[in-house]
């Protein structure tokens, strides 16, 4: 029987057959034997990953360590990339909202969107939209309706309600701004209760990639103590983010949003720690390993004392509520004011009160009531009010007076109560007093004779010596304050206005433009006090390790000017303070005093929508003989300045005394419980 003939067909199949098989054999030759080494290397190989460890903010304490603002554990909710598959994201948002909702707990939303249609852009959110707009590639110009288009298309959010696409939304774009990566957790919702924790671990095998951050949460445990001065911590807004960024802060951080939070930030973030995690080839977790530990930022020691600070507005909101309700015409306006206590020989800030106040809690919830708030709570008057100092100006007068030779210790005017040196411009004194020499006129506060001082002095003088008492001049303090003003031809010149002979005598008064804050009234006070050296003044005392073993860095004593004002001199005008609280308008709180107090009263006339009022003022230093701390209380529409003494007598009694015994509340870096 003869063969069959192979068709050429065949014969090429075979042979393309025969070429694949070669082919792979030596492929698994090179591979098995010539290269096994190398081959075997790559199948085993690992990918690895850091993820940032957040650090424990430091905390805020007084002078003695007296607690602002602690840490205590938290809860987070936090998204893991590396175990949250993408395509579950959505359904996972979903069923953590439901699960919070339940329990009435909130989570992180910044989308500035509505939540009602037809969308609408919330300017309140803190991703603004322009933010929005850029995230998501849209043009400039795009509406609120074309960015929930967007969204809905790019999050893959088409099968849901109306309801549920906002929701998925407001975390997604949080996500996306967030930078949300497998090195960069995201956290979904902040200070969750145990219930809900428990909740989550319940479901754990059904919510991959959700893990529950045990964090520090920052509590305020003096409430509406010093709440102007301690400040506050917020989300990063997405106007700061890249800035922050580059510095080394993830999204979902808290930074410092006022006062010594604030400016304090860099010594309270601390430093975050690092996690590794190793995956192989198929993504597999196969190993965790803390790279770096995080480290706990730094504590601020504040120079306040927590227990003087809380006396002080405790006794302003007294003395307050005493003057509202008094009837009388002069003080029943009265609904605001100031204190502030320093250290005359340093600088240091002991005190400084604002009222009305707030409490953090009240801001979170209420920020809108405050704001609205015709009284201002939220104003630190102490910083950045600024008030006409009256006559509590008259003992700087009274010493540039006699510095410049411009009168004698020993010199004494005739008061006629009518001023008439000018023509045109006759101001009058509160009283016909007759000859009085300069500790006189200290006493009983008389304009007449320091209307002629500042005759004699003329503004261009004054006001040389006024700057060295840190008058209408930033005082150096850490926190943003106002500078306030010091009356003269400059300012006029800046509002193009003029300056005349009868606006120097008003001046020399502490009328006129004058305008000052209460710190800047205590540092002119403490200048004086301490023989004529300004300090800046300072509310960092010093900063140490998160566990105050170690003294990281210490606020020394800065002079920033000396007046050059002799001893002799101001001998004469403390004398005259003291006369004040001996025999003047001030002595049925004073002239018994265990210690002796210098002082002066000043009453400064305001007008609000037309309606004219006076501003109360006393300012004092104490001990009279060595003197240690200056008081300065500002009471708006609080009437005549020596209505409004009772606070310095109570922060006296707090400072030197306490509990009848001396009061000695420990030193600086001895610290307390």
């Not at 002119?524 to 300004?534: D, F, M, Q, S």
Request: glycine letters at 8%; proline letters at 4%.
């Amino acid at each position: 029987m003869a063969k069959k003939k192979r068709s050429p067909r065949t014969v090429v199949l075979c042979l393309l057959l025969a070429a694949v098989m070669v082919g792979y054999g030596v492929r698994l030759f090179d591979w098995q034997v010539l290269h096994r080494d190398r081959y075997t290397s790559q199948s085993l190989a690992t990918t690895a990953t850091y993820t940032t460890l957040p650090a424990a903010r430091g905390e805020i304490l007084d002078r003695y360590g007296r607690a602002f603002a602690v840490n205590e554990e938290a809860y987070n909710l936090v998204f893991n990339r590396i175990y949250l598959p993408d395509d579950r994201l959505n359904e996972t948002i979903l069923t953590l909202t439901h699960l919070l909702t339940a329990a009435k707990e909130t989570w992180v939303d910044n989308c500035p969107l509505t939540h009602t249609l037809p969308a609408a852009f919330d300017e309140e959110a803190n991703i603004s939209p322009a933010t929005m707009v850029r995230e998501l590639g849209l043009a400039h110009y795009a509406t609120a309706a074309n960015c929930w288009d967007a969204m809905v298309e790019r999050f893959g959010l088409q099968e849901y309600s109306d309801a549920q696409k906002r929701c998925i939304m407001g975390v997604r774009l949080t996500m996306l701004v967030a930078d949300y990566a497998d090195t960069i957790p995201y956290t979904f919702a902040e200070n969750v209760s145990l219930d809900t924790v428990a909740k989550i671990e319940e479901s754990s095998q059904s919510l991959p990639g959700v893990e529950t951050a045990v964090v520090t949460a920052r509590r305020y445990v003096t409430g509406a103590i010093a709440p102007h001065l301690i400040g506050d911590i917020g989300p990063i807004y997405s106007e700061e983010w890249d800035e922050l960024k580059e510095e080394g802060y993830s999204y979902s951080d808290l930074v410092g949003k006022s006062g010594v939070e604030k400016v304090a930030e860099a010594d309270l973030r601390g430093r975050a720690g690092e996690l590794k995690t190793v995956r192989d080839s198929a993504g597999n977790v196969v190993d965790t390993e803390i790279t770096r530990q995080p480290e706990a930022g730094h504590s601020v020691l504040l120079t306040l004392d927590r227990n003087l600070q809380s006396v002080a507005q405790q006794s302003l909101k007294t003395l307050i509520d005493r003057l509202s309700t008094s009837g009388s015409k002069d003080s029943r306006s009265a609904n605001a004011g100031s204190i502030v206590v320093l250290d005359v020989n340093t600088g240091a800030v002991l005190a400084a009160v604002t009222y009305p106040s707030y409490t953090p809690e009240v801001y979170r919830s209420q920020y809108d009531t405050l704001l609205d708030n015709s009284a201002r709570p939220l104003f630190n008057r102490a910083l950045s009010g600024i008030y006409a100092p009256g006559s509590t100006f008259k003992p700087a007068t009274a010493s540039i007076a006699l510095q410049t030779g411009s009168i004698t210790a020993g010199e004494s005017i005739f008061c006629s109560q009518i001023y008439r040196y000018y023509k045109d411009y006759q101001p009058s004194c509160m009283h016909y007093h007759g000859s009085l020499n300069v500790v006189g006129a200290l006493e009983v506060s008389c304009n007449y004779f320091f209307y002629e001082c500042g005759r004699r002095i003329g503004i261009t003088k004054l006001n040389e010596f006024c700057r060295k008492y840190g008058l209408g001049v930033e005082t150096g303090i850490e926190l943003n304050e106002a500078t306030g003003i010091l009356a003269g031809r400059a300012y006029r010149e800046s509002i193009n206005s003029y300056w005349t002979d009868g606006d120097t005598l008003q001046a020399a008064i502490g009328q006129s433009d004058n305008a000052f804050t209460p710190l800047q009234m205590a540092v002119y006070v403490a200048t004086l006090a301490n023989g004529g050296t300004r300090y800046r003044a300072h509310i960092i005392d010093e900063v140490r390790n998160y566990d105050l073993t170690q003294v990281v860095s210490k606020t020394q004593p800065e002079v920033l000017d000396k007046t050059g004002i002799s001893p002799e001199v101001y001998d004469v005008v403390k004398r005259g303070m003291l006369s004040v609280t001996t025999e003047g308008s001030v002595s049925s709180l004073f002239d018994d005093y265990p210690i002796h107090v210098g002082g002066k009263t000043g009453t400064a006339t305001v007008f609000d929508h037309g309606v004219e009022y006076n501003n109360g003022l006393f300012v004092a230093f104490a001990p009279y003989e060595k003197p240690e701390i200056a008081v300065v209380t500002v009471v708006e529409k609080g009437g005549y300045g020596s209505g409004c003494a009772q606070p310095t007598q109570d922060i006296f009694d707090a400072y030197f005394f306490y509990g009848g015994e001396a009061y000695t509340g420990g030193q600086a870096g001895e610290l307390l419980p």
